[in-house]
């Protein structure tokens, strides 16, 4: 009975996760496109930031820890890519 307590909570929590993925989405999507069509190069420039920002997360996830101490900034970047990643792999199983 535990067995199949356990898997609906799973089978609960990856559908509400699936669910939220999907939402933020297509928020992103009505977000962007409104962006675009107020101001294409500020929406361009948010973006290439954000991308250049997740790329820092990325690059400070995988350095190698010669005695380094990560900052705030490089701990912000690797949470965002964390999240970021987290919400790449539910959105693409999004079929909205």
């Known amino acids: 009975m535990e067995f199949l307590k356990e898997f609906v909570v799973e089978t609960a929590g990856e559908l509400v996760l699936q669910f939220l993925a999907c939402g933020l989405f297509v928020g992103l999507v009505f977000l962007a496109a409104w962006g675009w069509s107020v101001s294409p190069a500020l929406t361009g420039a948010g973006g290439g930031l954000f991308a250049l920002f997740t ?3 990325l690059w400070e996830m995988f350095r190698g820890s010669e005695r380094h101490r990560k900052g ?3 701990s912000a970047a690797v ?3 964390t999240v ?3 919400f790449a792999y539910y959105a693409s199983n999004c079929y909205c």
């Open 84 to 86: 970021v990643l987290a």
């Open 72 to 74: 705030r900034l490089a």
């Open 55 to 57: 790329g820092y997360g």
């Open 79 to 81: 949470v965002t890519t």
